[in-house]
């Protein structure tokens, strides 16, 4: 298996810009994660799916920011509008099922300028 | 909910030197228990595991044994490598309910010296 695919790895995007972020989960797994990573906070849960339904989504930071998942095999992220404290790196995870390893994507580079 | 506390770093070492990053956690029920490992510039990968207390996760010369007792998950490595120059992240998982996420821990850089 090819693993967890995100895209693009790279983004730059300016102020005030739609931005939607690209995940594949690893094929049978029911667990999907979106992280953020930053200097500041570290690791942070965004929003959890378990069989392509939104379990928690308490780590969304504000109402810019909203996550889907249409079917077992694509999820995305999407901010707008955009802002420069957005920058980060986002990370799309899956597992097999609860309470298992999970396993990342190589993440996505976001720089809202 | 379940937490992490892990030594912070950043820990510099030479080459074949002794590695020890210090895990706690407090978690509900018997969580299994994970460290991960990111090299620059990647994602997370998972380093070694253990799922049940006194089990021993050992990969590419690093382990860690789960202490129930002591709520603990340590990070070892008798001889560590240059190319273990990494982030490493300590992180349970409960073991059932709404326990499911992984509680990652800040992080503890690791740099080793020639």
């Known amino acids: 298996d090819a693993g967890v695919i995100q895209s693009p790895r790279h983004e730059v995007t300016e102020m005030g810009q739609e931005v939607t972020l690209r995940c594949k989960p690893i094929s049978g797994h029911n667990s999907l994660f979106w992280y953020r990573q930053t200097m500041m906070r570290g690791l942070e849960l965004l929003i959890y799916?378990?069989?392509?339904?939104?379990?928690?989504d308490s780590g969304m930071p504000e109402d810019r920011f909203s996550a889907k998942m249409p079917n077992a095999s694509f999820s995305t992220l999407k901010i707008q509008p955009s802002e420069p404290r957005d920058s980060a790196v986002y990370f799309c995870?899956?597992?097999?099922?609860?309470?298992?390893?999970?396993?990342f994507g190589q993440g996505t580079r976001l720089t809202v300028v | 909910g379940d937490s992490v506390t892990q030594m912070e770093g950043p820990v510099t070492l030479s080459e074949e030197a002794f590695l020890t990053i210090n895990c706690t956690y407090t978690a509900t029920g018997y969580p299994s228990l994970f460290w991960y490992v990111q090299y620059p510039g990647e994602g997370l990968q998972l380093l070694l595991k253990a799922t049940k207390a006194d089990d021993k996760g050992s990969n590419k010369g690093f382990e860690a044994t789960y202490r129930k007792e002591t709520t603990s998950f340590h990070l070892e490595k008798g001889s560590v490598q240059v190319s273990d120059s990494a982030v490493y992240f300590c992180?349970?998982?409960?073991?059932?309910?709404?326990?499911?996420?992984?509680?990652f821990g800040k992080g503890t850089l690791l740099t080793v010296n020639p």
């Open positions: 992180a349970p998982v409960g073991s059932g309910g709404s326990n499911y996420k992984l509680t």
């Open positions: 995870a899956s597992s097999l099922r609860e309470n298992t390893e999970a396993f």
């Open positions: 799916f378990n069989n392509n339904v939104p379990i928690d």
